[in-house]
């Protein structure tokens, strides 16, 4: 079966500070893959996708960046955190089969201080 | 793209109660999931129901595609229904994003 992993699980950083989030998919190859922001108590925004390595579609202008290193491996970084960049990171992945059905890992909650 | 509309935006039901959830969406979709967010913020999947009428337990969810809505039921509900519930859809013609509403936050007391 299929998993997906995400780390850190929480982190607290200061402004300035860069930023590294990892996303890992198990159980599959060729994913789609997605990072989605949530701020408290909002809906998803979804921040960047790719549809194989190194190819990364970005949704939004911000201070975040995204890189797809391995097929299953999913980074979403930045060199300097602002304060607007708090929020519950969540990256998801769709197994692009007939349905395209999408699935969430557990999430990163990011603090920016 | 699609847009995809959710109502009520916010519910809260005594523990037993029934209650339906309604997702609106403005185009041909050919992927309509429903997701539950429990308070740890963990997203959970709950049924891939582009059409017809999906059951699991005490939940069940319907999406008549021509009309461009699904309904979420869910029966005697209990504290652990409580969270948020979203629906999204892939618009036919692509294949890599999920367009989500902005969900319905049910809390269930008892």
């Known amino acids: 079966s299929q998993t997906i992993h995400q780390w850190p699980a929480t982190l607290v950083q200061p402004v300035g500070s860069p930023l590294s989030l990892e996303c890992t998919v198990e159980?599959?190859?060729?994913?789609?893959l997605y990072w989605y922001r949530q701020a408290a108590g909002r809906g998803l925004q979804l921040l960047f996708y790719?549809?194989?390595?190194?190819?990364i579609s970005s949704e939004v202008p911000q201070n975040l960046s995204a890189s797809r290193p391995q097929d299953r491996q999913f980074i979403l970084s930045s060199k300097k955190l602002l304060l607007s960049d708090s929020g519950f990171y969540l990256c998801?992945?769709?197994?692009?089969?007939?349905?395209?059905?999408?699935?969430f890992g557990p999430g990163t909650r990011l603090t920016v201080t | 793209g699609i847009q995809v509309e959710q109502s009520p935006p916010d519910l809260i039901l005594q523990e037993g109660a029934n209650s339906t959830l309604r997702c609106n969406f403005s185009?041909?979709?050919?992927?309509l999931q429903w997701f539950h967010q429990n308070p740890w913020g963990q997203l959970i999947n709950l049924f891939y129901?582009?059409?017809g009428t999906k059951q699991n337990g005490r939940l069940s969810a319907t999406t008549v595609a021509t009309e461009r809505y699904s309904l979420l039921y869910i029966s005697s509900s209990q504290t652990t229904d409580s969270g948020v519930y979203f629906c999204?859809?892939?618009?036919?013609?692509?294949?890599?994003?999920?367009?989500f509403g902005t969900g319905t936050r049910l809390q269930v007391t008892l």
């Open positions: 998801a992945w769709i197994k692009r089969d007939i349905t395209y059905e999408q699935y």
């Open positions: 159980g599959t190859s060729n994913p789609n």
């Open positions: 790719s549809v194989g390595i190194g190819q």
């Open positions: 185009d041909s979709v050919n992927n």
């Open positions: 129901i582009p059409s």
């Open positions: 999204a859809g892939l618009e036919a013609g692509t294949a890599s994003k999920l367009t």
